[in-house]
């Protein structure tokens, strides 16, 4: 090569080794030491910040069944400005959507430049809008709350908006933690606009939104919530409300109101259904106050059960008026146990005379009359008494049988409670615990012990008066449970006018309030009915109902509930027709032989098996059909046998 | 010219010496090739390494976004599921399903059997 075009070649590599050293040097330098400014021009084009809203958490009832939840519903959007054909747009819109053709249009001349054209629609709509491209027109998932049961619970839950704000209930009482916190991010998007970090998805997903575990029991409340319908509906009472509470750690187990309404749907109802009447609502008492004037009574060692009042033979003049007792009874000497037996206005109010005011007064503001109980429910009343300075013998002697004081469902059974507590009163509440979306625990929220408004001598004393309520001569006998020992008492209150500032002569308030097994108190049971036509005394009309719960609850709770007398079973009739023998599984040194059990109902086979300790698991319905170990095998102690159900034969019956 | 500088012109004269410089010269200047083209090729390798590395973050980055949305649909349907079964264990669909299909009651205290 001649030496010339060497030097020439020579001199063009190293022309481009510079080049190409200056586009690396370059490259490198903007990759690792680029300016502040060139960085944020770059992240301008690919980053964007992004605001994530939190799904709502849900809501479950004591043993973990959804009562509320939030889903992803589409919404259906349109950017009037970008779309070119308004009437052809419409016309489309109107034929998936269904929904008017000219409200759509409408929508779409707007001058905004976003309008929603409809909120959380059917996801097959959603769908078929999506699939047809429109220049516009565009769809987004909103969390949507839905209440799987309807108007079950719906006064303790209450409801969110279409915005996702709790507007009632627990909803609004925990509706920070339930709606967790709304996050903005920075994340980065291509060309196409889709994103490139995962990280904003993660943290959308798992989000600061909190669960929570309500105290109630879905079966317990829904039993409730069907009794007092059908209750109110044949008294032809207005409304009606009822509450189950754990009297020793203050937990709700069921709350209802009737009429009630469907959460799903809230903006159908009215006011007067959707509002909590147990614990926004205030009426007087009536008789069932009388048994906090004894336990205070018997605390203050005022008097004994029994120690005897003069009651007057039924009128009583006292403040220039007459106290008459209910149904016109005349009452000449009772004793404190007798007058809560009987429920007597006289011997109540000359008690409560005994007494005298500030006695009074103080206890029933130690059993939590007159101010807030602390459940965590919106909307509480406090009740009325008038100030301590302004009563007059009349009141003292009214306030003893429930007049001239209001109070509230759930101050009442929470009273009731610290009586059934041995006299510890506890403050009520709904949630018992919130976790985080692991489900691990974040806050429980256990029992709290308010005071010890009685000993635990005096309420015991008490209990025992209350059990005489249900006695076969007592106020309350219809509230009795065969082969339970129950403490009750019976309200019956007139309802006071607010226009003439006297008393309705035909309306009134009944009630009926007590507690199950008397000797061991689970559970603590309120019913008020208000303004039951016909019959309308606590002891008819509310007691009943207490006596319906009190066993279906103590059922659902797993505590038996043992009748004296046996009713006759559907079952042996059903045996005698189908002539099978029921057989019995026999020990064999420590082990049981498991006989044939075909032909028998469910019933008899668990009945069978109660008596020894193997476990048993059913499968289908009918009468056995399979069994796993089959017949005449040997199992030990401890293990499970499988048995399998079918619809019997037609003929023979197994 | 002193002696020692004519023997240096004559030694460099000599044709097999200029022949011998003329070839040491050559392989100076293709040493100094070589070592710049495969300096140029480390570097483009480096940057092409560095290029596919980011590649390949976005391209996993996008796999990982996908696999996201598809874990979010999929808790969005396990939702919709549990939503499903409690409208249809809901006590009162069951209750007008007992009673008005199958006829059944309540059951009495007697009838209640507890299984352990």
């Not at chain 1, 409809?118 to 097959?124: A, I």
């Not at chain 1, 109070?407 to 409670?417: H, K, M, P, R, W």
């Not at chain 1, 005096?458 to 007592?474: K, L, S």
Request: glycine content about 8%.
């Amino acid at each position: 090569m001649p030496p010339q075009r060497n030097i020439r070649l020579i001199i063009v590599f190293i022309l481009i080794l510079f080049v190409y050293g200056l586009i690396a040097g370059r490259a490198f330098q903007l990759q690792f030491f680029a300016d502040r400014k060139i960085v944020n021009l770059a992240e301008r084009q690919y980053q964007r910040m992004i605001k994530l809203k939190p799904k709502r958490g849900a809501v479950y009832d004591r043993n973990g069944n959804e009562l509320a939840l939030s889903l992803d519903i589409p919404s259906v959007y349109a950017r009037p400005r970008l779309v070119k054909a308004p009437f052809q747009t419409a016309d489309k819109l109107s034929r998936m959507l269904n929904m008017p053709r000219d409200q759509i249009l409408a929508k779409l001349k707007s001058k905004n430049s976003f309008v929603w054209l409809t909120r959380q629609v059917d996801p097959g709509k959603a769908e078929i809008v999506s699939n047809i491209k429109m220049r516009g027109i565009g769809i987004v998932n909103e969390g949507r709350r839905i209440y799987p049961h309807g108007s079950l619970a719906s006064h303790i839950l209450g409801f969110a908006g279409v915005d996702g704000r709790g507007l009632e209930g627990v909803e609004r009482k925990y509706d920070e933690i339930l709606r967790g916190e709304e996050h903005s991010v920075m994340s980065d998007f291509d060309a196409l606009g889709r994103p490139i970090s995962a990280a904003p998805l993660l943290r959308g997903a798992y989000t600061s939104a909190h669960f929570l575990y309500l105290t109630i029991n879905k079966s317990i409340q829904y039993f409730v919530e069907r009794e007092l319908g059908n209750a109110v509906e044949e008294s032809g009472a207005d409304a009606g409300s009822a509450v189950v509470m754990v009297p020793r750690t203050g937990e709700i187990l069921a709350l209802a109101n009737y009429p009630s309404y469907d959460p799903n749907v809230f903006r159908r109802s009215s006011l007067l259904e959707r509002r909590n009447r147990a614990v926004t609502d205030m009426f007087e008492p009536g008789s069932t106050m009388k048994v906090f004037v004894a336990a205070i009574a018997l605390e203050e060692k005022v008097a004994t059960p029994r120690t005897r009042y003069d009651c007057e033979n039924g009128e009583f003049k006292i403040g220039g008026r007459v106290i008459r007792e209910a149904q016109g009874h005349r009452w000449k000497n009772l004793t404190l146990a007798d007058i809560i037996k009987v429920s007597s206005n006289i011997g109540a109010a000359k008690t409560a005379l005994q007494m005298g005011k500030g006695k009074l007064y103080q206890g029933l503001r130690s059993f939590g009359f007159g101010v807030p109980t602390g459940i965590d429910l919106p909307g509480e009343a406090v009740g009325l008494t008038q100030p301590r300075e302004k009563w007059t013998p009349l009141t003292l002697s009214t306030v003893a049988f429930g007049q001239g004081i209001s109070v509230t469902a759930i101050q009442l059974v929470t009273a009731l409670s610290a009586i059934a507590n041995g006299g510890k009163l506890m403050r009520p509440f709904i949630v018992r615990q919130e976790v985080d979306y692991r489900g691990v625990s974040v806050r429980e929220f256990t029992p709290q012990a308010v005071s010890q408004v009685v000993s635990p001598e005096t309420a015991a004393q008490v209990r025992e008066m209350m059990v005489r309520v249900t006695d076969p001569d007592g106020t309350g006998s219809l509230a009795v449970i065969e082969g339970m020992r129950v403490a009750g008492k019976t309200g019956t209150a007139q309802k006071p006018d607010v226009m003439t500032g006297g008393y309705h002569p035909d309306q009134y308030v009944a009630s009926f309030f007590g507690f199950a097994p008397a000797d061991d108190p689970k559970l603590a049971v309120l019913v008020v009915m208000d303004n039951a036509k016909g019959s309308y005394f606590g002891g008819t009309v509310a007691a009943p109902l207490f006596r319906k719960i009190v066993t279906h609850a103590l059922n659902a709770e797993g505590i038996r509930v043992t009748a004296k007398q046996q009713a006759p079973r559907k079952s042996v009739e059903v045996r005698s027709l189908r002539a099978v023998e029921v057989p019995f599984i026999r020990r064999v040194g420590d082990r049981y032989m498991i006989p044939s059990l075909r032909g028998l109902t469910m019933r008899e086979v668990a009945e069978l098996f109660n008596e020894v300790p193997v476990k048993v698991r059913f499968r289908g319905s009918g009468v056995v059909r399979d069994q796993n170990p089959p017949a005449e095998s040997m199992v030990s102690a401890g293990a499970t046998c499988v048995i399998t159900f079918a619809q019997p034969d037609s003929e023979s019956g197994i | 010219m002193t002696n020692h500088k004519k023997v240096y012109k004559v030694i460099l004269e000599n044709p097999r010496v200029a022949e011998f410089h003329s070839r040491k010269k050559k392989s100076v200047s293709t040493q100094i090739t070589l070592v710049s083209l495969l300096l140029i090729g480390v570097m483009t390798g480096s940057m092409l390494f560095y290029v596919w590395s980011r590649v390949k973050v976005v391209e996993l980055n996008y796999a990982i976004v996908e696999l996201t949305q598809l874990e979010q649909e999929l808790l969005e349907q396990n939702r919709q599921f549990r939503l499903q079964l409690a409208a249809m264990t809901s006590p009162t669909r069951l209750d007008m399903m007992a009673t008005n299909k199958f006829n059944m009651n309540w059951p009495t205290n007697e009838q209640i059997v507890r299984l352990k």
